[in-house]
């Protein structure tokens, strides 16, 4: 089991001027920031981050999204750091979130949904590894 996890502050969130109120709501659940930033990505960069999505048919709609406007990595650290932070984020369709989420707090939809969190320790570190290298890391 790892202790980092990776975030992503998605374009719709950043655009409504939700990135501290949601960096405020992840910290006071105990996780320690080691990491963030604030980029946009190219589709290049986008498509590469979500590969594993690529034959789906929301692909196209997921990586224009994401370069839309800036967002907001970061790497997270708590125990149990991949299932915490799903928890916290609360459900994909905000519409299922449960109450006092984020994404129940600061999502529009489906597609919109504020935040990224890491599936998997696996995942976690490979997506850590996608955006910051060890210098960028605390």
Partial sequence: MSNITLTIIKPDAVAKAHTG????????AGFKVRAMKMIFLSER??????????????????????TSGPVVPMILEKENAVADFRTLI???????????????LY????EANAIHGSDSDENAL?????????????
């Fill in 21 to 28: 109120k949601i960096i405020d709501h992840i910290t006071s």
């Fill in 107 to 110: 999502a529009e939809s489906i």
């Fill in 126 to 138: 490979r997506e850590a590894g996608f955006f910051f290298s060890e210098l960028e890391r605390f």
């Fill in 90 to 104: 609360g459900a994909t369709n905000p519409a299922n979130a449960a109450e006092g989420t984020i994404r129940k």
């Fill in 45 to 66: 960069e986008a498509g590469a981050f979500y590969d594993v999505h690529r034959e789906r048919p929301f692909f196209g709609d997921l990586v224009r999204f994401m």
